[in-house]
């Protein structure tokens, strides 16, 4: 994990909170990612964003404790059946973020992700993970003032326990 000791409050920035963020990338609903990136895709875990290009803030924060170019085939795989360019009987948690980056597609926009992967030694259990997670999500929060976009969606999982 890189981290870089300056302040950096843009959450798109490439060093923002202090993680040394890949460039953005293109989701593009004909490519996978594996294709997309290439060698050079992130096989271990990690933190990642989604973005709309052209717009201001984020639409989503994750993180995974697997691949993360296997995570984000996910994401752009929920894009593609909210699009309806692949048919397949999706679970929720494909179309979280999925139906959102399918809209997006077939409005003409484009969505863009950024990463940085997590050390795998030690590994990172999943409390941990997500406590980074929720860390990225008060720092955006108290940047923008508000979420993601994407981030609370009605319908999400614990959504029934509120």
């Known amino acids: ?44 875990p990690g933190l990642y964003r989604l ?17 993360l170019a296997r995570r984000l085939e996910q994401q752009r795989r929920g894009g593609r059946i909210a699009a309806g360019l692949l048919h397949h009987n999706p679970s929720r948690r494909l179309l979280h973020v999925g139906t959102v980056i399918g809209a997006l597609w077939n409005d003409g926009r484009a969505v ?26 008060a720092a955006y929060r108290a940047t923008m003032g508000r ?7 009605p319908g999400q999982l614990g959504d029934e326990f509120d």
Request: with cysteine; net charge negative; hydrophobic share 30%.
């Open 1 to 44: 994990m890189r981290r870089v000791p300056v302040p950096a409050r843009d959450p798109q920035g490439l060093h923002w909170q202090g993680y040394g963020w890949s460039e953005w990338c293109s989701m593009d609903p004909q490519v996978s990612i594996a294709k997309l990136l290439g060698t050079e895709r992130p096989t271990g």
């Open 51 to 67: 973005r709309t290009h052209g717009r201001r803030g984020l639409l989503y924060i994750g993180q995974t404790g697997l691949s």
């Open 112 to 137: 863009h992700f950024s990463y940085v992967e997590l050390p795998e030694e030690p590994d990172l259990p999943m409390p941990e993970r997500r406590g980074l997670e929720v860390d990225l999500i």
């Open 147 to 153: 979420s993601p976009d994407c981030q609370f969606m």
